[in-house]
């Protein structure tokens, strides 16, 4: 019998996968990950934004198109949401976000070893979570095996911050952190050659156990992969997180979540800052990493942004300098603040403004590109596109070349290529 494990949405989804396929195996399952042929799928969904959902749901009609007789379990942020939707044909159990190694494998040995094969005889949910209370930690019962050449460490999950805009913190229940020592016992059993540090909000890591992000970034600096920080908010960053990275083997780039230039949007989506305090934070961040990638997601036409705020908005980003912006269209969420109390724009003016932002995106980008032609750095190299290897470099700029995958080189950026920069050897 073979299990593939399909994984949706975030990088703390594909960790939780990793462990999912870990639990099995160790369990005896053949278990892995791809939408491949198999005898039982197990859907990880993700509920980030409408056009998740339906792309979650969309994955079960794959799967059975691939096996009309496989066996589907659904889990994560999606099924969580609205559990209904999953309720189709094909899917034998149900579950939400918490716990999902456990209940995928109960589910599989009901199955398998009870013979229990009533589609759907009980849809198992997880209804009693109680998302307004902390867990007080967590461990894996199983550590995720990374096979990739860059591995995503989970150091925390939950969110406490509701801003008006997003359903994570109702699927994903209250922040909570894993202890350090579980963290560092994870990542000394790590082979890849880069270690990512991911969560829904690292920004609070440790808080509600007594520690702090740079405390564990401390305890890993004795850890020898290249290490990478994931996304963070702007509260994170201060000289005790900056100096634990700089002395420890991370990367100089920085995920820092902005979603609008405007003071006045930022307060409508209970963004619990300023755009000063943010500007702060960046040039902190150059003080101590002058060649640092600084990357960030914006949100645009959300239902307060006038065509002036837009422009504020604009103006900020562009003397922001980002090295790059990930672009989101405002996407109403049943169930969140913003969903209650405002009308959508038009989706005409919120199309147009998307295309400024991302024209703006791509200039960004490419001066951040010419800025680093010249300089010999450190690049990953770690796949093949079109008849390159590619890698990227500590401030995560792709790079084009001839070296050999699997190896950390020092490269010279010549030039602009593809998407990024073409290096040669030194």
């Known amino acids: 019998m073979i299990v593939k494990v399909v994984t949706l949405g975030c990088k703390v989804n594909q960790c939780e996968s990793a462990s999912v396929v870990a ?49 589907i379990i659904a889990a994560g942020c999606s099924t969580q949401n609205d559990s209904d939707k999953f309720k189709q044909k094909n899917v034998y159990a149900i579950f939400g976000t918490d716990n999902k190694s456990k209940n995928v494998l109960n589910a599989l040995n009901s199955i398998f070893k009870n013979n229990n094969y009533n589609t759907l005889s009980d849809i198992i949910l997880d209804e009693n979570y109680d998302i307004y209370n902390g867990m007080g930690g967590y461990c894996y019962e199983t550590y ?28 994903r229940g ?88 405007s003071d ?18 960046i040039k902190s961040i150059r003080e101590c990493f002058p ?3 600084i990357t960030t997601d914006v949100i645009v036409g959300f239902p307060s942004e006038t065509d002036e705020l837009f422009d504020d908005s604009i103006a900020f980003i562009e003397n922001c300098g980002f090295s790059d912006i990930h672009v989101f269209p405002y996407s109403s969420r049943k169930g969140t603040l913003a969903s209650r109390k405002y009308t959508p724009l038009d989706p005409a003016m919120i199309k147009s403004r998307t295309e400024r932002m991302i024209a703006l995106k ?65």
């Not at 993700?46 to 056009?51: D, G, H, I, K, L």
């Not at 095996?145 to 805009?165: H, M, P």
């Not at 006045?264 to 934070?281: D, G, I, Q």
């Open 23 to 71: 639990t099995l195996v160790a369990h005896g399952y053949n278990a892995s990950e791809g939408l491949e042929p198999a005898d039982v799928y197990v859907l990880n969904t993700c509920s980030v934004t409408a056009e998740a959902d339906k792309k979650s749901r969309q994955y079960l009609a794959k799967m059975r198109k691939i096996n009309p007789n496989c066996i």
């Open 144 to 171: 995720p095996k990374n096979n990739r050449t860059r591995a995503f460490v989970k150091i925390q999950d939950g969110c406490d911050r509701f801003c008006s805009y997003c359903i994570i913190p109702y699927l």
């Open 174 to 261: 209250r922040s909570r952190s894993r202890s350090i020592e579980d963290i560092l016992n994870e990542c000394k059993q790590i082979h890849s050659n880069e270690i990512v540090l991911t969560g829904i909000d690292m920004s609070v890591y440790g808080k509600d156990i007594g520690c702090s992000l740079a405390m564990l970034l401390k305890e890993l600096s004795s850890v020898k992969a290249r290490k990478r920080i994931g996304s963070l908010e702007c509260e994170a960053i201060n000289d005790e997180m900056l100096d634990a990275m700089a002395n420890g083997g991370y990367c100089p780039h920085f995920h820092l979540s902005l979603q609008s230039g």
């Open 264 to 281: 006045e949007v930022l307060k409508t989506m209970n963004r619990k800052y300023a755009v000063a305090f943010y500007s702060e934070k």
């Open 291 to 293: 060649s640092a990638g």
């Open 362 to 426: 791509n200039k960004l980008h490419d001066e951040f590109l010419v800025k680093n032609i010249g300089s010999t750095q450190s690049v990953y190299v770690e796949d093949i596109e079109n008849g390159y290897n590619v890698g990227y470099t500590e401030n995560y700029i792709k790079v084009y070349s001839n070296a050999p995958c699997g190896e950390i080189i020092d490269l010279k950026l010549i030039k602009p290529y593809g998407t990024g920069l073409f290096g040669e050897k030194v």
